[in-house]
């Protein structure tokens, strides 16, 4: 993609003009200052210095139960009001010192072990008090008294610029993990929202509700989740990213696609939330230790979801195991959805993210069924989606099924234009096909194509939503992407293109595998997809026969049925944060043993345990050869 990066908005939306030389309350030091502004709620305690190693200046029995915090950090000045019991909304100094920070030295120093209490505590914030200046000081104060006069909730920060004296006001994000606040979650869902939280806006399969009109500010910036946002300027369709900081340096990107460039923005910030949730780890309570013989029917078999074969597990250096038969391991509970029993699951199956010091996870794995909402329906709705949309894009791919391509009518104009701006500014056609299977959830594949000898000649995306228009819709959104991605990068590293065509083991990354795939030699995996003899269909009956309820727990339970019809079931298990709590959102990971699970990198597919991947009845002829099998199948092109 190529990316600009764009500056992101304060919370308010709005920057401070310079306070210097503007008067204000002065005393001696800062405790004194704000007792000395009349109308002042006291703090029960406030720490002044460095972010890293702060001075506990001031604590008393009688204070408002919230904390001041003034900390120094690369030339700027952050006057934090927070919740000392942080059980209200919002970080506090050491949520702001990881993510200003990023580093878990820095926000895991417990209070008790700070710079300095009682008479050298005051000293060192005395000292650190007069370094600051008078007109510093000054504005400090002022700032701090309104944070606190304010009733807005703890977490509300306000940031100095040194050198310029200019003020950006936002809020801080409370932080998995923080030492400070260490609640147990649960991973069982009470599903039942109240009804605003389940009406549906108009043509879509989200809330009616709005998400608060803060939400990409919130999540913006050096005091937040997000660093800024990069839009792509040159593809056919606005794209935005942002990145997720992770432990090693690296980013976890957050993608949003739509027709404009602040609604792909909001998009990216969710993303980049639903990623977060499936990098925390957190205490859970209900766990159980037992062998899955010890639990039976209550244990879900993690080979149901799709294992590596006994060969893969046998290789040197093999990052996964299997689970033994009589290995005990912990248990976390799931919901069931529909009227089924709850059942249990590994917990070290639960996240995708492998962490250290835990036992080896069973098997290589992506954030398959991840979803966010403002209710656990919404969230489990779209991680279904999500299982199903994979699920049916791997049978047509491992299976090489015969899918009928879809015929565009007078009403799905809109999806013809978008095309057409693909084909325009891109040079790739793109085609429409049916890829809905036994679930009977509607799943679009889009398939992009251009004829040439050199660069890149083929990509593939599929969508889910009960609207098969959506889906479309979302297919194209999706490769019109990768195209305008792929385009940038297709040259930029000649050898490992051609590494990734003479060794399939050295595909690792996702990128790689729509690499290979659109590479002028593989255009012949996609034959069977392009076919001239083949089915038809007409998206516009398929739109007027597709079911359409008013709530989305009515959606849910449609989805619910039609997974239950081929023999299985899905459950859901809530991995909401701290993070994504403080803005009204949740976050669900849905399963459903039996579906074909994404999965990137030729040597770590996960093939096994999975019937309809190998001889299950699905509504597409396959045009697999008799002496082929699943495994035999050139590596999948979906990224």
Not at 171 to 182: D, F, L
Not at 191 to 220: H, I, M, N, Q
Not at 609 to 621: I, K, Q, W, Y
């Amino acid at each position: 993609m190529s990316a600009r990066p764009q500056t992101a908005p304060p919370a308010t939306g709005r920057t401070v003009p310079p306070a210097a030389g503007r008067s204000g309350p002065q005393a001696a030091d800062l405790v004194s200052a704000l007792s000395a502004a009349p109308g002042t709620p006291q703090p029960a305690e406030v720490l002044l210095g460095p972010l890293t190693g702060p001075a506990r200046v001031h604590t008393a029995e009688n204070g408002s139960g919230r904390g001041l915090a003034v900390l120094l950090w690369c030339g700027s000045v952050h006057v934090l009001v927070h919740d000392l019991a942080h059980e209200g909304d919002g970080g506090c100094p050491q949520c702001l010192a990881w993510f200003l920070s990023r580093s878990v030295e820095s926000a895991e120093l417990p209070y008790d072990e700070m710079s300095g209490t009682g008479a050298s505590g005051a000293a060192h914030g005395d000292a650190f008090w007069q370094q600051l200046g008078p007109a510093l000081r000054a504005s400090v104060t002022r700032l701090a008294v309104l944070l606190l006069r304010a009733p807005s909730p703890g977490g509300a920060l306000a940031t100095i610029d040194r050198a310029s004296g200019a003020v950006r006001q936002g809020h801080v994000p409370p932080r998995t993990g923080c030492p400070v606040r260490t609640p147990t979650a649960t991973t069982t869902i009470a599903f039942g929202a109240v009804p605003e939280l389940l009406e549906k806006s108009e043509g879509s399969l989200r809330a009616r509700r709005p998400l608060p009109t803060t939400l990409t500010a919130d999540y913006l910036g050096p005091h937040s989740m997000f660093r800024e946002p990069l839009f792509d300027l040159d593809g056919p369709l606005p794209q935005a990213q942002v990145g997720l900081p992770l432990g090693n340096g690296m980013l976890e990107p957050g993608i949003g696609r739509s027709l404009s460039f602040n609604k792909s923005r909001t998009t990216a910030v969710l993303e980049g939330l639903e990623r977060h949730a499936g990098f925390c780890h957190q205490r859970v309570e209900g766990t159980v230790e037992a062998t899955l013989a010890e639990l039976g029917e209550q244990g879900i078999d993690p080979r149901t979801l799709g294992q590596h074969s006994a060969g893969q597990y046998a290789r040197e250096g093999f990052l996964w195991a299997p689970l033994g038969p009589a290995e005990t391991v912990e248990w976390v509970p799931l919901t069931p959805l529909g009227d089924g029993p709850a059942r249990y699951l590994p917990e070290v199956a639960l996240s995708w993210v492998r962490r250290i010091g835990a036992r080896q996870p069973f098997f290589y794995d992506t954030s398959n069924g991840f979803a966010l909402g403002q209710s656990h329906e919404e969230a489990t709705l779209h991680g279904l989606f999500e299982i199903v949309e994979r699920d049916a894009f791997l049978l047509t791919w491992y299976r090489k099924l015969l899918l009928p391509e879809l015929v565009l009518g007078p009403g799905d104009s809109h999806l013809r234009a978008l095309m057409d701006r693909v084909e325009v500014v891109t040079g790739f056609r793109v085609r429409l096909f049916w890829a809905t299977q036994d679930i009977d959830v509607p799943v679009v594949l889009a398939l992009a194509q251009r004829d040439a000898e050199t660069g890149p000649c083929t990509l593939v995306s599929t969508a889910t939503s009960l609207y098969p228009r959506a889906a479309a819709e979302s297919a194209i959104f999706e490769v019109s992407a990768r195209v305008a991605s792929l385009r940038h990068v297709f040259d930029k590293d000649p050898v490992h293109r051609e590494r990734l065509a003479e060794d399939f083991d050295a595909l690792v990354e996702m990128d790689d595998h729509s690499l290979l795939g659109a590479l002028p030699s593989s255009r012949e995996w996609f034959a069977f997809l392009d076919t001239p003899d083949r089915p038809e269909l007409s998206l516009t009956e398929l739109a007027a026969s597709a079911p359409v309820f008013d709530t989305l727990d009515k959606d849910l339970d449609h989805v619910r049925a039609r997974i239950e019809a081929t023999g299985t079931y899905a459950y859901a298990a809530d991995v909401t944060t701290p993070e994504l709590r403080w803005r009204g959102l949740v976050c669900t990971r849905s399963f459903v043993p039996g579906c074909v699970p994404m999965t990137f990198g030729h040597g770590t597919r996960r093939l096994e345990g999975l019937p309809r991947l190998h001889d299950g009845s699905l509504p597409h002829a396959s045009l697999l050869p008799d002496d082929m099998t699943p495994a035999g199948v050139p590596p999948h092109p979906f990224a």
